[in-house]
């Protein structure tokens, strides 16, 4: 024999059904429907028994002398005994609701428990009773809603069928609640059954006629019918329950606090002359075919209730017998038993917010049109994709729960500070009626999950589409690339001098080559413009034939490097004609370069000189054209402690590299954005008080760095980046200082220059070209001699 239970624990009349009985002999007899009483107004009373923690409920707790006041000596203290409303209505104990539960009945195989369908049934007290059936040895649990059990009842009665509408109203603590569900037909085992379908939360419409208004009429009866001057007694009276449910309250022995005993004779029912009407339901049960309602009242109560409710709706209602939510959850039970479908429920909408690259969306993560069975997983069909940002060890999740009013903001800590984005998926797990979602974060990347606390998450004072709109602001900028422009007035003669035009017609059959003019003159920059774009354009306007006396200059350029690579003693000059072509250099070049930082300590054959170095790396730094050779620039200089970094070296070739190249900052890291960041923070703190002649590539390296945000879009932002509040600070700090009366010069040529750094920190760049005022601030271009 499968052993089935069906649970109806509501505090005002406790009832189980289930499908066996105990014979007299012990032995148990399937029977098809067995009701246990559980008692009215159901209380769980605490006893001196070491079993079960010493809590009885049920039947035995209603009639047990536990709790009833100081009359009863020590076993009466008011302690003892607890409601079973107040359990449901507050923060329930599971040893409590256990003892009410196998007050009634326990050990079955599988057991099904009444839940109210309105959005203050709380999920915590759903994973409590779920918990309790357990501990009440309940092999297989389920919950399930009150209009969905009275609705199985009336299936199983043959009230209902496929296809219709079915309005159930509930009577419940505060009012009356209102749903609405669907029939369906179901497949099961070769044949069909009808199962209801649930689509939302039912609705609570609060009235005196709920079961807390007709115990105050009750109480109050009670009270009247008093003859004694105490009244602590009066208040575990057994005609208090059966006047507010309407069954025949009888006369009565109570025993007060100073231990006489009363005679209490209430009266026959309640008054319902005075009561207050329902409220019009007939919008809210609009296309119901019929309508059902369930309460656990009986006689002159039932039927004044029924009465208001006709009234309210307009329409004929009808009655359930009071046990239809019991005897509901023993079906539900049958069923679970067979795998037969019980019902169909959706979920509760589940949201989060996701950054896109231009702005923040609503995503949900439940699938609304979705309805499960009953007691089946759900899990979202679709992750929200999330990042956990460069140099975090923590991020935050912004949820909203349908059920609530306010949003939640929750801090997920990870435990390790990442050094790139780390991309992570959000998705929920749920099972209809079952307490709550569980809300899962898992990156594949550093092969974690992680549970997100709705309770231990921060409720937010705004609603959800205020929150959305916050993030609606525009993504941080991003500094414009630098690009150093190239003019046909550097090739032109003037009254200077030879244009380079003329000197390359001049040097390209010379038997010495003028290495030094030629240089000169393409570092030069008449009207702001080089001979040659930083990215190895040259002017639409030059000739062929000197674009060919170019090329052959270039070769014979190389051919003096690789001689002097040689111990030819040929001297710089050549490389700094090469280098000050920029990305029109060969590669042959950034090679070489490369090559030669590695024997800045052993000694290299062309860069002989401390002065000569500044060439070598500034020069790698115009001419590196792919991201290979970025890369292996970019190691090498981080491959050095910052503090041994020189301004004119190091930093100013990373400079070049961050600000001119599509590619370079791309090739970062987070741990190199915050190794390149202290460099940039050292040179501003080097940098107070001084004349600020070794400060120009400081600002270009820092405006440069945050190109970063090709990579990372939020990344080095004030108020979301530590990094970047610091870096801040140390650009405030310089602009103060660069305010004394000795920093005149220096403050105009940086100070407006500071205060564009400080927008873009903030991300709220106004000036795309701030890289290139930075640039045509230095005091000469790119000097590398």
Wanted: hydrophobic share 40%; proline share 4%; glycine share 8%.
């Amino acid at each position: 024999m499968k052993k089935l239970c069906g649970y109806d624990l509501n505090g005002w009349r406790d009832t189980a059904a289930r499908n066996w009985v105990t014979l007299p002999d012990g032995e148990e007899k399937e029977v098809p429907s067995a009701i246990v009483e559980g008692g009215i107004f159901g209380v769980v009373v605490e006893t001196a028994a070491k079993s079960d923690s010493g809590l009885v409920g049920g039947a035995q707790a209603a009639i047990s002398p536990h709790g009833l006041g100081s009359g009863w000596g020590a076993i009466g203290a008011s302690e003892r005994r607890v409601k079973v409303t107040e359990l449901l209505a507050g923060d329930p104990s599971v040893a409590h609701l256990t003892a009410a539960l196998k007050g009634m009945s326990s050990l079955a195989g599988f057991g099904v428990a009444s839940l109210d369908d309105h959005a203050d049934t709380g999920e915590l007290l759903q994973e409590r009773l779920l918990t309790a059936l357990r501990k009440a040895k309940i092999s297989t649990p389920l919950l399930v809603w009150r209009s969905v059990l009275a609705t199985l009842f009336a299936i199983e009665d043959g009230t209902i069928l496929e296809g219709q509408t079915v309005g159930v109203i509930s009577h419940v603590a505060d009012g009356i609640t209102v749903q609405r569900l669907r029939i369906r037909r179901e497949r099961s085992h070769g044949d069909t059954v009808l199962a209801p379908e649930r689509k939302s939360v039912g609705k609570l419409i609060r009235s005196n006629w709920g079961y807390l208004g007709l115990a105050q009429r009750a109480k109050e009866a009670v009270l009247s019918a008093s003859s004694s001057g105490r009244t602590d007694h009066l208040a575990w009276a057994r005609a208090n329950g059966h006047l507010a449910l309407g069954i025949s309250a009888e006369t009565e022995v109570l025993r007060q606090s100073n231990g006489d005993w009363e005679i209490l004779t209430p009266p026959a029912s309640l008054d319902f002359g005075r009561f207050p009407e329902l409220p019009n339901l007939r919008a809210d049960i609009s296309g119901c075919d019929i309508l059902l309602l369930e309460t656990l009242s009986e006689g002159a109560v039932r039927e004044a209730f029924h009465s208001a409710m006709v009234k309210s709706v307009g329409r004929g209602v009808h009655m359930l017998v009071e046990k239809s939510v019991a005897e509901g959850a023993l079906y539900a039970a049958r069923r679970m038993s067979k795998r037969d479908p019980i019902y169909f429920d959706f979920l509760p909408q589940i949201s989060t917010i996701v950054q896109r690259r231009d702005a923040a969306e609503n995503f949900d993560l439940v699938d609304s049109e979705e309805t499960l069975p009953a007691g089946e997983v759900y899990r979202s069909p679709k992750p929200a994709r999330l990042a956990i940002q460069a140099g975090q060890d923590r991020f935050s999740i912004f949820l909203r729960k349908e059920t609530a009013e306010y949003p939640r903001k929750a801090e997920v800590n990870i435990g390790v500070k990442v050094d790139q984005t780390v991309p992570v998926e959000l998705w929920v797990e749920q099972s209809p009626a079952s307490g709550r979602a569980k809300i899962l974060v898992h990156s594949r990347k550093l092969g974690h999950h992680f549970h997100v606390d709705w309770d231990g998450a921060t409720e937010l004072d705004r609603s959800w589409d205020d929150l959305l709109e916050g993030f609606k602001k525009p993504a941080p900028t991003i500094p414009g690339r630098l690009v150093l422009a190239c003019g046909v007035d550097a090739w032109n003669d003037s009254s200077r001098g030879d244009g380079f035009a003329t000197l390359l017609e001049k040097n390209v059959d010379r038997a010495v080559v003028d290495w030094t003019a030629l240089a000169n003159r393409l570092s030069a920059r008449p009207g702001g413009k080089y001979a040659i774009s930083s990215d190895g354009a040259i002017p639409s306007e030059v000739d062929a034939a000197s674009i060919s006396r170019l090329d052959r200059l270039v070769e014979r350029a190389l051919d003096e490097v690789r001689r002097g690579l040689k111990g030819g003693g040929v001297g710089t000059q050549s490389f700094r004609f090469l280098t000050w072509q920029f990305r029109r250099c060969p590669a042959e070049v950034s090679s070489l370069l490369i090559e030669a930082w590695d024997k800045e300590v052993r000694g290299h054959p062309i860069f002989t000189q401390g002065a000569h170095w500044k060439l070598a790396y500034q020069g790698l730094g115009r001419v590196a054209s792919n991201r290979n050779f970025e890369l292996q620039a970019i190691h090498k200089v981080l491959g050095r402690t910052i503090d041994t970094w020189k301004w004119q070296r190091e930093t100013a070739a990373m400079a070049f590299l961050l600000s001119r190249s599509e590619t370079a900052p791309r090739l970062l890291t987070r741990k190199d954005v915050e190794r390149i960041a202290q460099r940039v923070l050292r040179e501003f703190e080097e940098n107070l008080g001084s004349t600020y002649t070794r400060f120009q590539y400081a600002p270009m390296l820092l405006v440069g760095l945050l190109r970063w945000r090709v990579v990372e879009p939020f990344a080095l932002v004030e108020g979301q980046d530590p990094l970047a509040d610091k870096l801040v600070k140390a650009v405030e700090k310089t602009i103060v200082d660069l305010r004394h009366k000795d920093r005149a010069r220096p403050l105009v040529k940086y100070g407006r220059i500071l205060e564009q750094v400080l927008e873009e920190l903030r991300g709220e760049g106004s000036n795309p070209e701030l890289l290139l005022d930075i640039y045509g601030g230095a005091d000469s271009g790119d000097p590398d001699e």
